[in-house]
């Protein structure tokens, strides 16, 4: 068979705007999906919990038959992942959490399941449960920066972490608030035939600036404020354009010694 010989096509006036249109739908459309999907994936977790929590109740069900429950599961559904005896028992803690108007009503059931057990293993307090569940909907945590924000006790000192924030930005926009975009995860880039990435990247809409948000697992590091204003310079000679206001860093630690943040951020410009 010959090949289709290429021609020039020459596309309506019309084209691009449409094309805008349908990729939106399409976005659309999958992220309804993925909530429905996930929707239903908390309902059936809360179901399960629900009977375990009854028959516990009811007939004393323990450990025992839990794990055998858990085993029986894994084998009727060898395809289907989240049937674990660790899973089992979050999916009990779950149904006597919260009702199961929460999975509709409140900010948990908008949420993965993943986040879902790190609000049931790592929190005791019911209202500290749902401050943090909102929060992660509202600024779209991933389940590790989720983690990071319970091991700051992010809830007891919103507005206090050490940063140097209110010299490097006017008063109205050292609180970030809302308006954050996704632009990306793990953005690589080259210099001089290096390799590097930056955790996240986002961009305020409101405030017409990049965001650049570093993830450190272990205790804070004064190399850390370096490594994020390294990150910084490079989006400012990159990324950003004359309209845009100057970029700023996020570094989030799972643990840190507030002297050292304070000194090491004292003469950053990030």
């Known amino acids: 068979m010959s090949a289709v010989p290429a021609t020039d096509l020459t596309l309506p006036d019309d084209y691009p705007e449409l094309f805008e249109q349908l ?5 659309t459309a999958q992220a309804k999906v ?25 007939e004393g069900w323990g450990t025992k038959v839990v794990e055998r429950l858990a085993a029986d599961l894994q084998r009727a559904f ?22 199961a ?26 209202a500290t449960r749902d401050w943090y569940a909102a929060a992660a909907v509202e600024n779209g945590w991933s389940r590790s920066v989720l983690l990071n924000q319970i091991k700051n006790a992010t809830h007891r000192r919103v507005g206090a972490a050490p940063s140097n924030f209110a010299d490097r930005l006017e008063p109205d926009d050292s609180e ?16 001089d035939g290096d390799d590097f990435s930056i955790d ?12 650049v948000v570093e993830l450190k697992i272990g205790k804070f590091e004064p190399g850390f404020a370096g490594q994020l204003n390294f990150y910084v310079s490079w989006v400012d000679d ?33």
């Open 238 to 270: 990159q990324l950003r354009r004359s309209q845009h206001a100057a970029t700023v860093g996020l570094l989030l630690c799972a643990d840190r010694n507030e002297r050292v943040v304070r000194y090491a951020l004292g003469g950053s410009a990030s």
């Open 34 to 58: 993925v909530r429905e999907a996930n929707t239903e994936l908390l309902r059936l977790c809360w179901t399960i919990g629900r009977a375990l929590a009854d028959r516990r109740k009811r």
């Open 78 to 99: 060898p395809d289907q992942r989240g049937l674990s005896r660790s899973n089992l028992f979050s999916m009990r803690q779950f149904a006597e959490t919260w009702p």
């Open 200 to 211: 996240l990247l986002f961009f305020h809409v409101e405030q017409l600036r990049y965001v």
């Open 23 to 27: 990729k939106q739908r399409v976005r």
């Open 101 to 126: 108007e929460a999975i509709v009503q409140q900010a948990v059931g908008r949420l993965p399941w993943g986040h879902v057990t790190v609000l049931l293993s790592t929190l005791d307090d019911q």
């Open 176 to 191: 970030l608030g809302r308006g954050f975009a996704f632009v990306g995860r793990q953005v690589r880039f080259e210099v």
